[in-house]
């Protein structure tokens, strides 16, 4: 285990974390927000879509 140096904020944090404690800055990249971003909006549409059939 060693400290890295966080490329956003500067602090000292283990390089075995996947964020950085201090500022959340992911070091191995966001894979699994694009799929949240995907779900999220799908389920938005879904739910419009719901919504505008319930009302005409």
Known sequence: M???????????TSDQT?????CEY???GRSGDR??????????IV???GLLIAVF
């Open 2 to 12: 060693a400290l890295v140096q966080c490329k956003v904020c500067g602090s000292q």
């Open 18 to 22: 996947e964020i950085c404690m201090i």
């Open 26 to 28: 992911p070091w191995r």
């Open 35 to 44: 799929s949240r971003r995907l779900l999220a909006l799908v389920l938005a």
């Open 47 to 49: 739910l419009v879509g």
